[in-house]
C-alpha cells in the first residue's frame, strides 16, 4: 500500500492541506501548524471507528463556519475519502430511537424467540421519539456526528455517555414494554415466563445502553491493519500490560518479532529475544542483556516491530514524534532502522517531529552512500506552518531542497 496524495479540509488546526507523500515524509514546523493533525486525519480517514470519542466535536476546524470535515487519500487506482459533518435534530433523534428499540427487541427475543414485524418495530420508534424529553434531545444533538463514507453510506456516531440520563431512559425502556404488553393478548400479558423475559429485556437494554451510545453500531469499517499510527515506540512493547500478566499469545507474538529482526539482520548477533533478556553472540561466546539495560533506540526498534508484527510489508506507518523518550545518541539508530524498512520491507513512514537531531542525521552525511541515495528519491519534508491562525499552508521540500534550507528548517523546530 502506498498513498499518492492527501487532501484534508477543516479538521482540528487544518483549515485546508494537500500533499504527495513520497516513501519517507517528515513533517516539521513549529507547535500548532498542524503536523500531529495530519497523522490522526489520515488515522481517522483508514480507522472510521475513531470518531467515536468523548473530544470529536474538537475534529472541527474552529476558524471555519462550515461544520463539515473533508478527508481523502489516494492510493494506486483507489481513493479513500469520508465526510463528517453536525446530525441534523431529526437525524440524532431517529437514530438513537432505533438503536433503543433494536437492543430492547434483540435481547427480548434471545430469551423469548419470539420475532417482531417491521410494523411494530416502526410504531415502538415511533413512540421512543415522541417521549424523549428536552434533556435527551439536546444530549443527543450535541453528541452525535454523522460520517459519509466513500461508498455513499452515512452512519451517525455518539461521543459520550451521561450517566445523569439512566432514569430517563430507564423511563423510555418502560414505555417500550408497557407498549408491547397492551398489544398482547390478556392470557400472554399475565404469562409469568412471557414477564420474565420482558425483565431481562428491559434489564440487559439499560445495562447495555451505553454500549448504544458508544459502540459502532453501524457497521463502522473494520480497522485496516495496513494503517499503522504509533504515539510511543516504547510503550507498545511495555504499555499494555506488566510482564508478570502476559498472556502466551505475547510470548507468541515476541518470537515473530525476533524472527523477524533475524531474517533481516535488523540487529547484529541476536540470539535470543524474550521480555526479560537479550541473547547476542559474542567472540567470547553467548551473552545475555537484561532488555531494560539496552539502548532506546534498541528497545523502540523492537515496540516498532512489536505494533507491526500482524504485518509487516507494503503497510503505512505513522509515528508521532519518535525521538520521544530516546537520548539523542540513539536517534541515529532509531532513523537508519526507518530508511532500512521503508527500503526492504516497502513501508511508507509519515514522521512528525521537534527533534533537531532527527533532521540533522536525515540530512548529513552521517548515513552511509546507499541510505543517502535511497532518501534522495525517496524523503519528503513537510513544512508546515500558519498565515494567520486560519490559513495552514505546507511547502514540500525533496531531499536536495532540504538541504538548502536545513538552517531555516531548524530554526522552525526551535520555534522561532
Given amino acids: ?18 500533499f504527495n507523500p513520497k516513501k519517507i515524509n517528515i513533517l516539521v514546523g513549529k507547535n ?13 480517514l483508514f480507522h472510521n471507528e475513531n470518531i467515536q470519542n468523548p473530544f470529536m466535536h474538537s475534529f472541527f476546524n474552529i476558524y471555519s463556519e462550515e461544520k463539515s470535515i473533508k478527508i481523502s487519500a489516494n492510493f494506486g487506482d483507489k481513493e479513500e475519502k469520508i465526510e463528517i459533518r453536525e446530525a441534523k435534530e431529526r437525524e440524532a433523534i431517529s437514530n438513537f430511537s432505533k438503536d433503543l428499540v433494536r437492543s430492547f427487541l434483540e435481547n427480548f427475543s434471545k430469551k423469548s424467540k419470539k420475532t417482531f414485524s417491521g410494523i411494530l418495530t416502526r410504531e415502538l420508534e415511533k413512540l421512543i421519539e415522541n417521549y424523549i424529553d428536552d434533556e435527551l434531545r439536546n444530549f443527543l444533538l450535541k453528541n452525535s456526528l454523522v460520517l459519509l463514507d466513500g461508498n455513499s453510506e452515512e452512519k451517525i456516531y455518539y461521543s459520550s455517555y451521561d450517566y445523569s440520563l439512566i432514569n430517563k431512559i430507564e423511563i423510555l425502556i418502560e414505555n417500550i414494554t408497557k407498549n408491547l404488553l397492551e398489544k398482547l393478548p390478556s392470557e400472554q400479558r399475565d404469562d409469568s415466563e412471557f414477564r420474565r423475559h420482558l425483565k431481562y429485556a428491559s434489564e440487559n437494554t439499560l445495562f447495555s445502553t451505553r454500549g448504544i451510545l458508544m459502540e459502532h453500531r453501524h457497521g463502522a469499517k473494520p480497522i485496516k491493519k495496513d494503517v499503522v499510527y504509533i504515539n510511543s515506540l516504547e510503550e507498545e512493547l511495555y504499555g499494555r500490560r506488566p510482564i508478570s500478566q502476559r498472556k502466551p499469545e505475547d510470548s507468541e507474538r515476541l518470537h515473530k518479532v525476533e524472527k523477524i529482526v533475524k531474517e533481516n539482520n535488523l540487529v547484529r548477533n541476536l540470539e535470543g529475544l524474550d521480555f526479560d533478556n537479550v541473547v547476542f553472540q559474542t567472540k567470547e561466546g553467548i551473552k545475555a542483556h537484561s532488555f531494560h539495560f539496552l539502548g532506546d533506540g534498541f528497545k523502540s526498534m523492537i515496540g516498532l516491530l512489536w505494533k507491526l508484527s500482524d504485518k509487516i510489508n507494503n503497510i503505512v ?10 537520548h539523542p545518541g540513539y536517534i541515529k539508530q532509531l532513523m537508519k532502522f526507518i530508511i532500512d524498512f521503508s527500503k526492504r520491507l516497502n513501508i511508507q513512514f509519515f514522521i512528525t517531529t521537534h527533534s533537531l537531531d532527527l533532521l540533522d542525521i536525515v540530512l548529513s552525511e552521517e548515513l552511509d552512500e546507499e541510505e543517502r541515495a535511497f532518501l534522495k528519491d525517496e524523503l519528503n519534508i513537510l513544512r508546515m506552518d500558519k498565515i494567520r491562525d486560519s490559513i495552514t499552508i505546507a511547502e514540500n521540500l525533496d531531499y536536495e531542497k532540504a538541504v538548502e534550507t536545513k538552517d531555516e528548517l531548524q530554526l522552525d523546530l526551535r520555534g522561532v
Fill in 32 to 44: 500548532n501548524t498542524g503536523k500531529t493533525s495530519v497523522l490522526e486525519a489520515i488515522d481517522l
Fill in 317 to 326: 506507518v505513522m509515528l508521532d514524534e519518535p525521538e520521544k523518550h530516546i
Fill in 1 to 18: 500500500m502506498f498513498i499518492k496524495s492527501v487532501d484534508i479540509e477543516n479538521f482540528k488546526g487544518i483549515s485546508k492541506l494537500k
